[in-house]
């Protein structure tokens, strides 16, 4: 796939690529794509793993920069580089040793928020501001029956974050200073959930937003997968099916990515290793209003997505048995890499990470 792999370089090189002469091999650049897009520095651009002395599973990931990153995972685990992967710091809260870290927010290299899952009590919200010198525990669930997925920013105040349903309906907490402290909203807004649906703590990414107000939520585990959306910071929402494999516990949407407020993702399938998972991909361009299945999603099942920066086409989608790129916005995937990702993000400047099982970690280089 040398266009794929052409593009991958591009991305992998930073912005200064976009100042080199572009190669004759290269794929034309797609109207509207940033100018780098066209240049072919190695066929051999992807993935390259990171040292991270850890043997932790990371499902939470916040890209910064090409520099900085932050991870979270299992046994309360939380790494952060500020040299590009070369050295992890482990600034794990202390006493988390117990706790299992989904999702981790990063406002930059020194303020990030970390959710921990898990029914009652398990679930629990940290919070750092010195990069993780300090944690401070900001929320811990008092519901029982609430078993906490994801959570999102829309700036650096606003945030929300996703449990379960609860009396057959999702639950949303919020936050309008940063993390610093959280209300559950009421829930007369949201729909009722179907008999056993549920969100996939996978990736961190079953609850995206974009913009200053609209997040969306992806759901699985029962008859229809769904998304969820809302255009008033998770007030009010309405769901839409997707074409996703649903019907079993294990299928269903297992990430989102919006470039804008319009253009969406979708991923998942089934998770079981011995299950295929055709039709596993979906696009929106209405704000998750409609999804139209993707006319060659990725063969497996995938975790997790993201949206190449400054690209109206290109993204990446991640899972056990391997990676994927599209180039024209979702509609096709071509797998350049089959190591094991749950989780993947990309920061403003190019700087794209994955993570996942026994301490992977890996960003996208030439």
């Not at 991305?11 to 002469?21: L, N, Q, S, T």
């Not at 190591?339 to 994955?354: E, I, M, N």
Request: charged residues 20%; glycine residues 12%; proline residues 7%.
């Amino acid at each position: 796939m040398v266009a794929g792999a052409a593009v991958l370089a591009t991305m992998a090189a930073g912005p200064a690529a976009a100042a080199r002469p572009a190669s004759s091999t290269a794929a034309p650049a797609r109207a509207g794509e940033p100018a780098s897009a066209a240049a072919l520095s190695t066929p051999d651009a992807g993935w390259r793993l990171k040292d991270s002395g850890s043997t932790a599973r990371f499902r939470g990931l916040a890209a910064v920069s090409r520099t900085t990153a932050w991870v979270a995972g299992t046994a309360g685990t939380v790494l952060r580089s500020h040299d590009g992967g070369k050295h992890w710091s482990d600034i794990s809260p202390p006493g988390a040793g117990a706790l299992e870290f989904r999702d981790i927010e990063a406002f930059d290299a020194r303020r990030a928020v970390v959710l921990a899952i898990g029914e009652g009590e398990a679930s629990r919200v940290l919070r750092t501001e010195d990069a993780g010198a300090t944690w401070t525990e900001s929320f811990r669930n008092t519901e029982p029956r609430a078993f906490y997925d994801c959570l999102t920013f829309f700036d650096r105040r606003h945030g929300i974050a996703l449990s379960d349903p609860v009396d057959g309906r999702y639950r949303i907490l919020s936050t309008a200073d940063g993390g610093r402290s959280w209300r559950v909203l009421p829930t007369k807004g949201m729909p009722p959930a179907q008999q056993g649906e549920a969100a996939f703590a996978a990736s961190g990414q079953c609850l995206v937003s974009s913009g200053s107000r609209d997040a969306w939520i992806a759901t699985g585990g029962a008859a229809t997968a769904r998304v969820l959306h809302t255009t008033d910071r998770g007030r009010t929402w309405s769901a839409t099916d997707t074409p996703l494999p649903a019907g079993d516990p294990a299928r269903g949407v297992f990430a989102l990515a919006f470039r804008d407020r319009a253009h969406g993702l979708a991923v998942g399938g089934d998770y079981r290793p011995d299950q295929l998972s055709p039709h596993a991909a979906a696009v929106s361009d209405d704000a998750g209003k409609t999804w139209a299945p993707a006319a060659a999603p990725p063969n497996a099942y995938r975790s997790g997505a993201v949206w190449l920066p400054h690209s109206r086409h290109l993204a990446v989608a991640v899972g056990p048995s391997g990676s994927d790129l599209t180039l024209d916005g979702g509609r096709t995937w071509h797998t350049f890499d089959h190591g094991a990702y749950d989780t993947v993000d990309c920061a403003p400047d190019l700087g794209c990470w994955a993570a996942g099982e026994r301490g992977r970690i890996a960003r996208l280089e030439p």
